[in-house]
């Protein structure tokens, strides 16, 4: 276990010195599962989860970019022997961003599997789809150009206020649950696989770029009160690139075998951008963090290094009469 725990931290901090990055939508990724790695649909110890974020960004320079997320999961035990997990969940997010109030809105239906294997049926390798409805609007009403205006008149004139696709993703995931106060977990999952069209203007050529995502994490038990969970999640998408890293220490306000009461505080970076500082508390079922981003880029010269507050929620639950015994799965 400790030289798995040398192996974990060393390949953690060799990919942070080779990647560089640019913003998210969410500094607390891990507190959304199914938007980090569909293959995560259900992967959890409980038969149901509901997940929320709320993320407001930006307001001392401009008008506020507004996100928001919220998904429930579905976990089922599959296979000869129920071992494997399988996941089904839905997945609502909005975005509303700057004067134009750019608005995103998505319907996201989730699935997966995880099968077990190794002797134990400790290790898992899952997969898992994501099929997404969106549609996208502006208010050009609210915009404003010199080059628009003739003779005081304005002349511009757009062919379309809003857009919509239909896409699919996919992803993959490995997971070892050493016991119960050590895991491992990476996966890689690739988004818009048909590189829907999103225009204003009618333009066949304007394909939104697949993105590629690398997460990892762990949980690393440091007695019987403390665990480390190093986290990072590095996006390819076109010419861009992001990386956001960084760790939660948890203090368990209990002792059983579950430690269902516990205090998190923790730093990340967004690499070249922001540095984020949280803390997250566990209530039972119940989670909550919150976080704020300290912005350093060039940008920071206008927006004085307030990038934005965030906040995540998590519930999980049981079904009366349908839940089975599972194998005990990480907490996000």
Not at 26 to 52: E, H, V
Not at 75 to 91: D, H, P, T, W, Y
Not at 180 to 192: D, E, V
Not at 282 to 311: C, Q, T, W
Request: net charge positive; charged share 20%; with cysteine.
């Amino acid at each position: 276990m400790r030289t798995m725990k040398k192996i974990f931290i060393a390949s953690f901090f060799l990919l942070i010195k080779f990647s560089s990055a640019q913003d998210i939508h969410f500094s607390q990724f891990y507190a959304n599962p199914l938007q980090t790695n569909p293959a995560k649909t259900g992967f959890i110890t409980n038969d149901f989860r509901f997940t929320g974020s709320y993320r407001n960004q930006w307001g001392s320079i401009t008008t506020p970019y507004v996100t928001s997320i919220a998904s429930t999961d579905f976990s089922f035990v599959s296979g000869k022997k129920k071992k494997n997990i399988s996941g089904a969940g839905i997945m609502l997010f909005n975005d509303r961003a700057g004067d134009g109030q750019l608005n995103t809105t998505q319907i996201n239906l989730c699935g997966s599997v995880n099968k077990a294997i190794g002797k134990f049926g400790n290790k898992f390798i899952g997969i898992g789809f994501i099929g997404t409805y969106s549609l996208t609007s502006v208010n050009f009403d609210n915009l404003r150009w010199d080059e628009q205006f003739d003779g005081g008149t304005f002349t511009e004139n757009f062919d379309l206020h809003s857009d919509d696709y239909f896409d699919l993703s996919t992803g993959i995931e490995y997971n070892y649950l050493a016991d119960k106060s050590n895991n491992f977990t990476m996966g890689f999952a690739c988004y818009h696989l048909f590189k829907p069209r999103l225009t204003f203007n009618n333009e066949p050529d304007s394909r939104i770029f697949r993105k590629y995502v690398f997460n990892a994490g762990a949980n690393l038990g440091m007695g019987n009160k403390l665990a480390f969970y190093p986290k990072m999640m590095l996006s390819q998408q076109g010419k861009f690139r992001e990386i956001v890293f960084g760790f939660l220490e948890r203090y368990s306000l209990n002792y059983n075998y579950l430690n269902d009461y516990g205090i998190y505080l923790g730093a990340f970076m967004r690499w070249n951008d922001a540095f984020v500082f949280m803390t997250k508390m566990d209530l039972n079922r119940f989670s909550m963090g919150i976080s704020y981003d300290f912005n350093f880029s060039r940008l920071a010269e206008v927006s004085h290094a307030k990038g934005g507050p965030e906040i995540s929620v998590i519930y999980t639950g049981n079904i009366s009469g349908f839940h089975k015994k599972k194998i005990y799965c990480p907490r996000f």
